[in-house]
């Protein structure tokens, strides 16, 4: 079994940056991919950015060239750093990990960004 704790979100203005980690409670199996969903009221849970063990990227259309996903796995940390914030990004973002090895997938317990003025 993996825990996956996430940073506190928060309210941004437009505009705005924030910074979300993800930590795992233990190593991970080296086969991996760790990303970030979020869900908007009203709307689908959508990947918003996923990385692999190897440090293969994607994101969604919406985010690309405002977020960057990353990752230490000295530290079981991904990180999702997001720059000029819209109020359409506003939703709770959930962070994951498939991992290969063990044939699972694991939730953080989510958190709220809220970017309004």
């Known amino acids: 079994q993996v825990q996956l704790v996430e940073s506190r979100g928060g309210l941004v203005q437009p505009g705005g940056s924030l910074r979300l980690s993800c930590a795992a409670s233990r190593t991970i199996s080296s086969i991996n991919v760790r990303g970030w969903y979020r869900q908007a009221p009203g709307e689908q849970r959508e990947l918003v950015a996923s990385?692999?063990?190897?440090?293969?990227?994607t994101y969604a259309d919406s985010v690309k060239g405002r977020f960057t996903i990353s990752r230490d796995d000295s530290k079981h940390t991904v990180y999702l750093q997001m720059n000029s914030l819209k109020p359409e990004d506003t939703a709770v973002y959930y962070c994951y990990v498939d991992d290969y090895g063990l044939g699972s997938t694991y939730w953080g317990q989510g958190t709220q960004v809220t970017v309004s003025s």
């Open positions: 990385i692999t063990s190897i440090g293969a990227t």
